[in-house]
């Protein structure tokens, strides 16, 4: 059985882009890794990039495509204000941009140690592991 891992958007995006150089590598990350978890902040990152590259329609098909991906969790809570500032103050502590702060957090919040990205600003958070996949 494998460990969760959370899936930042840049693996996703790498995944869905066959151009990307980091293509291959998300790939296998996902197709090995069955039950990586994401969030509706990854989403709605993958979906802004796609929407700035290639318009609404396909970000939009994309992403419904992706949400039918057997691999990939949705994993989502409801956040109240103690969430909100915490989200705020992991930014502050480990100079993160505020979706990955967001993604932090959800892992905090779900007891997930590791984080699966490209991003190497998440070395920074002491509560994650960054897993960069091979």
């Known amino acids: 059985m494998n460990e969760h891992v959370f899936l ?3 693996v996703l995006i790498g995944y869905l882009s066959p151009t990307s150089v980091w293509h291959k590598r998300s790939v296998k990350f996902i ?3 069955i039950g990586a978890i994401i969030s509706p902040y990854v989403l709605n990152e993958v979906h ?3 929407q700035k590259y290639n318009g609404a329609e396909t970000a939009n098909k994309t992403i419904i495509n992706l949400l039918d991906f057997q691999n990939i969790q949705l994993l989502d809570f409801e956040f109240d204000r103690d969430d909100l500032k ?3 103050r992991i930014s502050s502590k480990y100079k993160l941009k505020t979706f990955d702060s ?3 957090y959800y892992c905090k919040k779900a007891g997930i140690k590791k984080i699966v990205s490209f991003d190497m600003d998440f ?10 996949p091979d």
Do not use: E, G, P
């Not at 070395?123 to 960069?132: A, D, N």
């Open 8 to 10: 930042d958007s840049c």
């Open 31 to 33: 197709k090995d890794h």
């Open 48 to 50: 802004y990039i796609i």
């Open 86 to 88: 915490s989200i705020f």
């Open 102 to 104: 967001f993604h932090a």
């Open 123 to 132: 070395i920074k958070v002491k509560f994650l592991k960054l897993v960069v």
